[in-house]
């Protein structure tokens, strides 16, 4: 029961990135993509009627953490508690942003509200990547789940690398969604920034995958097991899959290839951390695993039962809204915030 919890929380988590990256990695580009004032409410109603949703997920993979994995849960907020805090001003922030700025006519609050889009969107997508990548490497937590270490200890070379990943993962998997919503000529230059950011991924995403060698012990599990490959195997051909896309036009495909390629990332590290969930630098005997820091078995079962009835129920209502609002923006849209 245990493994099968593990496997839904990182699976949750992955749609979240999924889902949520592309409203994120929109909303940190926004600056760079919009150069007129439609552009700016084009890109605000291609994210409008999306981004709530997105976020349950978010209270999902959290409350899975919780419910699950309550000692993984009160270390992790522990020893995480200043980026997460970050995160969490940065998307009460962000949801600010979404409602109040078109509330107000003077232009001074409209462009201090798409500042505040901006980096509620890019601090979460940089901060996330940055926790996950230390999860994967290790914190310093000693026998009674206490944190030996600060803010700093966080912000190391592989954790940065990781950061930077996930936000250029977000970009690219914003820019090609807004390809899909937009015409004339912000569709051009999301699709332009789509294939310059995509080269830059690239390279990234290459360094990940070899600094991880020496940075963590994450591909433990695939020389134990080598058919988990097909896991970074299957992110490297939806990350070419999405370059292919992109030079063909199919901009749907692309982006969802994009949102696999997200998935396969989030899950790569996941699959390597096994049975792990926060790993301790200090001394491999102190870290959290599905085992050690589960809720009991009974709690579990009843868990399980929840999430297939109401995470169905979640996906049916989330498939309705991107159907209904799949298609491109007109000027008549840009009239209805989050149309």
């Given at each position: ?37 439609e ?6 109603n ?80 940089l ?138 990332a ?7 951390l ?5 790993v ?56 209805h915030?989050?149309?």
């Amino acid at each position: 029961m245990q493994t099968i919890w593990f496997g839904l929380w990182g699976i949750l988590w992955a749609v979240y990135f999924m889902l949520g990256g592309f409203d994120l990695g929109l909303g940190t580009l926004m600056p760079v993509l919009a150069r007129s004032e439609e552009d700016r409410q084009t890109i605000r109603n291609a994210i409008g009627p999306f981004w709530n949703g997105n976020e349950v997920w978010l209270i999902t993979a959290g409350g899975v953490t919780f419910a699950a994995f309550p000692t993984t849960y009160s270390v992790l907020f522990s020893s995480l508690y200043t980026p997460l805090l970050m995160i969490l001003f940065a998307l009460i922030i962000r949801a600010a942003a979404f409602e109040f700025r078109n509330e107000s006519k003077s232009m001074v609050w409209r462009k201090l509200w798409d500042i505040g889009l901006t980096l509620g969107s890019f601090v979460p997508a940089l901060l996330f990547g940055v926790a996950f990548a230390n999860l994967f490497r290790g914190i310093p937590i000693d026998g009674e789940g206490v944190y030996r270490g600060n803010l700093l200890t966080l912000l190391n070379p592989y954790g940065l690398l990781g950061g930077v990943l996930f936000v250029l993962l977000f970009a690219v998997h914003g820019t090609i969604w807004l390809t899909t919503k937009s015409q004339g000529d912000l569709h051009r230059r999301a699709a332009s920034m789509a294939r310059k950011l995509w080269m830059v991924l690239l390279i990234v995403a290459v360094a990940f995958f070899i600094a991880t060698a020496p940075a963590t012990g994450l591909y433990g599990n695939y020389v134990k097991l080598p058919i988990v490959f097909v896991i970074p195997a299957g992110a490297f051909a939806a990350l070419l899959a999405v370059r292919l896309c992109l030079a063909r036009k199919k901009w749907w495909k692309a982006w969802f290839s994009s949102g696999v390629l997200i998935v396969f990332a989030t899950l790569f590290g996941v699959a390597g951390l096994y049975p792990n969930l926060i790993v301790s630098s200090i001394d491999p005997k102190y870290s959290l695993t599905a085992t050690n820091s589960s809720s009991s078995p009974l709690t579990l079962k009843i868990m399980l039962v929840v999430v297939l009835v109401f995470v169905p129920i979640v996906i049916v209502y989330q498939a309705w809204a991107y159907n209904i609002f799949k298609h491109r923006l007109t000027e008549k849209d840009l009239g209805h915030e989050g149309y």
